[in-house]
Structures are given as C-alpha cells and as structure tokens.
C-alpha cells in the first residue's frame, strides 16, 4: 500500500530532465532520520539513486552524480529528485523511501508506489 505520496513519472526526450515528488505527513517526515530515492529497471535489480541520512548529509550514486539533486523542503514535507541529461538507461521505475523512529525505539519503514519514467532517444 502506498505510505508516501509520490508524483511526477512520464515519457521524457534523452538529454532532457525530470522532476520527482515524495510527501509525508509532517509528523512523520520530521522524525525520518533517512529518505532515499530508488529505481529499479525492467528485469534489473532495484538500486539506490541519492539519500538523504540525518547527520551523514546526501549521497548519490556514481551514475547519476553531478546531475542529480534530491532537495528537502521541511515547510511543505516533502523531497524531490531532480534528474538532468538523462539517458535511455535511466528507464525505470523510481520509488522514494524513508525510515522514521517510534514509540520504544521501533524502526518504521514508508514507500511510495512508484513512479515510471521512460527515457526516449
């Protein structure tokens, strides 16, 4: 079931951009200590795009670093992956993550569906 409300996806032109949404409830997404941007290619294995870690800062992958940003905007709950040049090997389906602490010291687990976005030559 859907735990993060997730927009963007589509057909996109090789060489353009793309721009992705990830939004939580604002208690939830304050207590998230890590959010993570994922993809997973046909008949490939799901693969981490950039994270976000409480006190670690973001990371990014090597195939997509220096064209990729995953801002965090706290006023509205939400982060977004902001992708350019993309090439028809960026073809995949991108889900966001995050992981928040609760009661006891639990660790809480939220995705999003999915959103698909082809890359076109």
């Known amino acids: 079931q859907a735990q993060l409300e997730e927009s963007g996806g589509g057909l996109v032109q090789a060489g353009g951009s793309l721009g992705l949404s990830c939004r939580a409830s604002?208690?939830?997404?304050?207590?998230?200590?890590?959010m993570v941007w994922y993809r997973q290619a046909p008949g490939k294995q799901r693969e981490l795009v950039a994270s976000i870690t409480s006190g670690a800062g973001r990371k990014y992958a090597d195939y997509v670093r220096g064209r990729c940003t995953i801002p965090k905007d706290y006023d509205k709950n939400m982060m977004y992956l902001q992708m350019n040049n993309l090439r028809p090997e960026d073809t995949a389906t991108y889900s966001c993550?995050?992981?928040?602490?609760?009661?006891?010291?639990?660790?809480?687990?939220?995705w999003g569906r999915g959103n698909h976005v082809i890359v076109s030559s």
């Open positions: 993550y995050g992981a928040a602490r609760g009661p006891r010291g639990c660790k809480y687990d939220y």
């Open positions: 604002g208690s939830i997404f304050k207590n998230m200590y890590i």
